[in-house]
């Protein structure tokens, strides 16, 4: 049957929540309905759905996805209770998108996939970057490259609440107990120690931050020149909110750099180098909407050195994203951010984790 309108319930009422995906929905209101909300937080979940005009409103995510008229769940909270959610949902015989990361091991996800190929759902997975037409033809373009001598992945950006604080609001509460936060901590631990084993706390933190900030970056990478043959050195410091890594591909190499600082800046993008000709695709903070994502390109010609900037559209990736959801639930397509895509995003971080534990000075 083919769809007019998806209508949505909402798992996870943060920033991201609040910036981005509800006042998306509320635009693209002749493809989505907003008909359902669920947070752990009962004071934002009041405000939200008193703003939304939502009146189904859960605290309890199971009982959201059971909700009968939902074709589609949004799983937007903490990344500890992904799995659950997005199974609740798939065993209700919904459709999901789940934000980045979908799981913290690869366990999970093999769950998450055979479930879904069960109930014959869709799962597309939260990778907006992937979707902005500046990397869109970036793509294309690398493609008529006939040789690449060198690419960067790049991610230097202050922390998020630099720039929410000056360009957004958002609701906050402090009504969740003291036992949920703990637990939501200990569960995070047991998830990371069953993908990559027992580590150090600097460890865990990286791998905490590739999957959150670096799997954006890793994700597009591999959309723009392939998976890697091997990781062929990883450092990390600062707790593990820095990292750099070298990656081998044939007849390159790729260096990827990652970090997050306090300063009100975001440095995003990824540079493919040729003989004659670089691509590089930049991007600018999600959190203030319509930021243009641009693709700088460079080229020899004869005597000439030429540069431009192609800016495709103001539209912002997160709307692309979801435009592009709207169609894989109505048109029964199979998202290219898929959670079998995502699984290559775990491999490659469990790679960089063990060339590090190799790296480690026992003292």
Known sequence: MILTKVKVGLIGLGEVAQIIHLPILRALSNKFEIVALCDISPQLLSVLGEEYQVHNLYTDADELTKQNDLDLVMVLNSDEYHTDCVLSAIK???????????????AEADAIIKARNEAGVQVMVGYMRR???????AVEEVKKLEKINYVRVRDIIGENRL???????????NDITESAIKEKHLRGKEMVRKAIGDVPDELYSTYR????????????MRELIGVPKRVVSAVQWNSGQFITAIF???GFYTT?????????????SLEVYSPTKTLKVQYDTPYIRHLPT?????ETIDESFNQSIVRPTFKDPYTHELEYLYDVITNGMTPKTSIEDYKEDLKLFKQIIEVLKDSLVIK
Do not use: W
Request: overall charge neutral; proline content about 3%; hydrophobic content about 35%.
């Open 163 to 173: 720039m929410i604080e000056q360009s957004s609001k958002v609701h906050r509460f």
């Open 209 to 220: 931050m590739l999957c959150g900030l670096g799997s954006h970056d890793l994700s597009a």
């Open 92 to 106: 209700n015989k919904k459709h999901v998108f789940v934000e980045k990361p979908v799981t913290l091991n690869l």
């Open 256 to 268: 990827f750099e990652t970090g997050v600082d306090k300063q009100r800046r975001f440095d995003a």
């Open 248 to 250: 081998e591909y044939d």
């Open 294 to 298: 641009n693709l700088h390109i460079s």
């Open 131 to 137: 979707y902005a037409p500046a990397f869109t033809q």
